[in-house]
Nanobody, 119 residues
C-alpha cells in the first residue's frame, strides 16, 4: 500500500494560485492518482484524477481552473482560486478512474493539506 504525502497548501487571496504536490512512498505505476477535498461541514468530494497513461478527469467545479499532472509527483495546479475552494485537499491512489470519480475504490489516502482562500 502506498504512503502518500501532500504539500503546498496555504492561505491565498481569491483569484490567486497554489500548487499542491503529492509524493508517494513507492512506485505509482499502474495506479490512478487523484485529488479530493473536504470543506468544513461537507463530505469529501472528487476534484481531479489522472491515470498512468495520462487520461485526466476533472470535477465540473474546477474545470478550466485546476490542472493535474504526474511526473514523479502528482501535482495539482490551482488557478483563479475562489473562497469555495477552501478545504483540506487529499491525495489518493486507486485502480479505476471511474471508481475514484465516484469516490470509491480508494486504496491509499494522504493525510491532507489545508487550502484557505480569503475573499
Amino acid at each position: 500500500q502506498l504512503q502518500l504525502t501532500e504539500s503546498g497548501g496555504g492561505l491565498v487571496q481569491a483569484g490567486g494560485s497554489l500548487r499542491l504536490s503529492c509524493t508517494a512512498s513507492g512506485y505509482t505505476e499502474g495506479y490512478v492518482m487523484a485529488w479530493f477535498r473536504q470543506a468544513p461541514g461537507k463530505e469529501r468530494e472528487f476534484v481531479a484524477a489522472i491515470t498512468w497513461r495520462g487520461l485526466i478527469l476533472y470535477a465540473d467545479s474546477v474545470k478550466g481552473r485546476f490542472t493535474i499532472s504526474r511526473d514523479g509527483t502528482v501535482d495539482l495546479q490551482m488557478n483563479r482560486l475562489e473562497a469555495e475552494d477552501t478545504a483540506v485537499y487529499y491525495c489518493a491512489a486507486g485502480a479505476s478512474l471511474s471508481s475514484m470519480r465516484a469516490s470509491s475504490g480508494i486504496e491509499s489516502w494522504g493525510q491532507g493539506t489545508q487550502v484557505t482562500v480569503s475573499s
